[in-house]
């Protein structure tokens, strides 16, 4: 692709991003759709986001994604900001139109993409969450929209769970709903259809950790780790040796950022979902 003076710019901020697949998600897209586009990728330190801001204006950048630890700090700077990404309480996408910044989040929708390209339905399911940080919030709430029997919020830090489930209970009063920490005292096991690994427990470099033990539960139990490097965890073998159906985060990564794309471009989400499986297939090469 070459890059000149029609190339529009779209980029992430957050801190650290080094390691970020969004470049490769993003890149391979619009080489696929010969897009003169580039996405790029910004580390920068908090007390600069107001003045990295001013500048994406200023430079007419169309859009960017925003990842950790910015996600709610973002809101600040912000014109508009979408239904969705007021009820996850987070950003992680903006849309630059005529110099009026729109937030969205993608995370939840993403998520929920990837149980449909599963077959996977979750009404009036029993969900069991681990974890209750930004991916923990977008996914439940999400859930919740799904109209799920019952959601289980679990953390290490209990009060983080209680915090979770008492603004999703907030905002959907009449969810079944409960918090609880990582011995699932509180969880009836055998009533659980998905376990959802929300939490960074069996990421690099600690890749021999696993979030809870799988004992007790259905044999027909869905394991989904939104971990995606490495692209097995040892949770998602665990689950395997159990028989249980698994899911890693790669598909839910893609998505998120295909629902990106699609806002940016003012394009039905249904064109550009075309394109997963060939970029599927490119990043699989940068995920052991």
């Given at each position: 692709?070459?890059?000149?003076?029609?190339?529009?710019?779209?980029?992430?901020?957050?801190?650290?991003?080094?390691?970020?697949?969004?470049?490769?998600?993003?890149?391979?897209?619009?080489?696929?759709?010969?897009?003169?586009?580039?996405?790029?990728?910004?580390?920068?330190?908090?007390?600069?986001?107001?003045?990295?801001?001013?500048?994406?204006?200023?430079?007419?950048?169309?859009?960017?994604?925003?990842?950790?630890?910015?996600?709610?700090?973002?809101?600040?700077?912000?014109?508009?900001?979408?239904?969705?990404?007021?009820?996850?309480?987070?950003?992680?996408?903006?849309?630059?139109?005529?110099?009026?910044?729109?937030?969205?989040?993608?995370?939840?929708?993403?998520?929920?993409?990837?149980?449909?390209?599963?077959?996977?339905?979750?009404?009036?399911k029993n969900i069991l969450?681990?974890?209750?940080?930004?991916?923990?919030?977008?996914?439940?709430?999400?859930?919740?929209?799904?109209?799920?029997?019952?959601?289980?919020?679990?953390?290490?830090?209990?009060?983080?769970?209680?915090?979770?489930?008492?603004?999703?209970?907030?905002?959907?009063?009449?969810?079944?709903?409960?918090?609880?920490?990582?011995?699932?005292?509180?969880?009836?096991?055998?009533?659980?259809?998905?376990?959802?690994?929300?939490?960074?427990v069996g990421m690099y470099?600690?890749?021999?950790?696993?979030?809870?033990?799988?004992?007790?539960?259905?044999?027909?139990?869905?394991?989904?780790?939104?971990?995606?490097?490495?692209?097995?965890?040892?949770?998602?073998?665990?689950?395997?040796?159990?028989?249980?159906?698994?899911?890693?985060?790669?598909?839910?990564?893609?998505?998120?950022?295909?629902?990106?794309?699609?806002?940016?471009?003012?394009?039905?989400?249904?064109?550009?979902?075309?394109?997963?499986?060939?970029?599927?297939?490119?990043?699989?090469?940068?995920?052991?």
């Amino acid at each position: 692709m070459e890059i000149n003076w029609e190339t529009r710019l779209f980029c992430l901020i957050g801190h650290p991003v080094s390691k970020s697949l969004s470049p490769n998600i993003h890149n391979e897209f619009y080489k696929i759709n010969n897009l003169n586009n580039v996405y790029l990728v910004f580390d920068i330190k908090e007390d600069n986001i107001e003045n990295i801001i001013q500048s994406f204006k200023a430079m007419n950048i169309q859009g960017f994604n925003i990842t950790i630890p910015y996600k709610i700090k973002i809101m600040d700077y912000l014109d508009e900001i979408s239904k969705e990404a007021k009820l996850i309480g987070a950003v992680n996408t903006v849309k630059n139109e005529n110099g009026k910044l729109i937030g969205y989040n993608t995370d939840g929708l993403g998520f929920m993409k990837s149980l449909e390209g599963n077959n996977i339905n979750v009404k009036n399911k029993n969900i069991l969450i681990l974890g209750s940080g930004g991916a923990a919030n977008a996914i439940s709430t999400s859930l919740a929209l799904a109209d799920v029997k019952k959601l289980y919020i679990n953390n290490r830090n209990i009060d983080n769970s209680r915090k979770l489930v008492m603004k999703i209970g907030r905002q959907f009063p009449n969810i079944n709903i409960e918090y609880g920490d990582l011995s699932l005292n509180n969880v009836k096991k055998e009533e659980i259809h998905m376990v959802i690994n929300c939490t960074s427990v069996g990421m690099y470099p600690n890749i021999e950790e696993i979030p809870i033990s799988l004992e007790e539960f259905p044999k027909n139990l869905i394991v989904y780790d939104i971990i995606y490097k490495p692209r097995k965890t040892n949770f998602l073998e665990m689950a395997e040796e159990r028989g249980y159906y698994t899911i890693n985060g790669l598909s839910m990564l893609i998505n998120q950022g295909l629902y990106s794309q699609s806002i940016w471009l003012d394009e039905n989400f249904k064109n550009i979902f075309k394109n997963f499986e060939e970029i599927r297939r490119t990043l699989e090469i940068y995920v052991e």
